[in-house]
């Protein structure tokens, strides 16, 4: 059997938009039968975190960091116009009226379209997220570092940093 | 006759400087050989928007995504120290002097060397934007979605997302 | 001897998560065998101006420019949660704790395993900056343009855009 081509996707942002343009090609990709692997590194954690519960994590400034930057694919704001919330609520409602999914829709649906999803261990640290399974979501596959990202790109027809 | 050599931009920011970028190599590209396409999606959308005229939308948080978010090429900022416009008038006075066009020439040069513009239809919906090629300028040459961009990465010798 | 696999990396952001992942990607590349070159553009030239010394521009704008516009390693700050200063402290802080080196390390260690450090020239112009090599480290090899960095991109396995 040929051996499917890549897709890689890094996504480094916590925005929304951005959170969605990577979850819309890493769907489409998976659609098209492309062999799909999204790596979550900084920011792009918080997408890939669970939505409830805290983080128990040692330290004031780990405590500190995990208070504001709480993560979770429900609290991912726009990068612009998010004045408050009310931008990302608007294009939250565009999104439901236009039957685009959500970033857990998303999530649920690329895993069970077989896209992998990997945590980024070499930036669990500096995030102050303690580097296990438990602090995401089911969905994660495995949690890995910049050489496997790499190792992945090298592979790829495609890889995309986002 | 051999086939070119692809290069193809996602340009997802709506950014003054990434706006720049994005037509500074796909410009260089086709002045390469190479065969270039661009892709605009969510805030990338404002660079392509006509700079007259207003959008004709439906529904009370279109009309106030497209108030808000009114976009065309003259109205692109810097993500950084844009301080209420000065930075921005200050860089385009840059520009001006050191002989860089400005993104709407850009956009022509673009054009006339034959780079494609394609405007993502996947996310006009969410950005209150119809997906309708009066929005855009004339040197738009399509809307496409997620999978035609994907297709045309695939294609491709560089793929860059900015 | 077979010729190395190339990665190629644009930084044109200057936040400091970007940065820091632009040379964990590099230095992981360096070891894994890979070529590497790393293209600094627009914000990304803060990366690798010198800490030191101010650069002597001509015009009230390039002064002004460079005067808020800094740059150098030690400056570079968090896209998000800065807060005046906290934040990228906070970072900092958690980057000392586990033992990752600082963006003024990554530098020093890139650049001993070979990766070469290229200042972007057409956009030198419009950040202010003078395109001479005394405006940057020592580490950095060349100021090159964007027809170089395509070039390089065309043979490379791998280009991120970051």
């Known amino acids: 059997m040929a051996e499917k081509e890549k897709l890689t996707i890094a996504v480094l942002s916590g925005d929304l938009e951005r959170a969605l343009a990577a979850f819309m090609l890493a769907v489409t990709g998976a659609s098209m039968g492309m062999e799909v692997s999204m790596f979550f590194t900084f920011w792009g954690l918080n997408v890939i975190k669970k939505n409830e519960g805290s983080?128990?994590?040692?330290?004031?400034?780990r405590k500190m960091l995990n208070f504001m930057n709480r993560g979770g694919s429900k609290r991912l704001k726009l990068s612009r116009f998010n004045m408050l919330g009310l931008g990302t609520w608007m294009m939250k409602g565009l999104m439901k009226?236009?039957?685009?999914?959500?970033v857990d829709e998303f999530i649920t649906m690329a895993h069970q379209m077989g896209v992998k999803l990997i945590a980024c261990t070499t930036t669990c640290g500096v995030m102050g997220i303690p580097p296990e399974k438990e602090t995401y979501r089911s969905e994660v596959e495995s949690l890995s570092g910049a050489a496997y990202f790499l190792g992945l790109a090298r592979q790829s027809k495609v890889t995309l940093f986002i």
């Open 97 to 102: 009226d236009t039957n685009m999914p959500s």
């Open 55 to 61: 983080i128990k994590s040692k330290g004031l400034m």
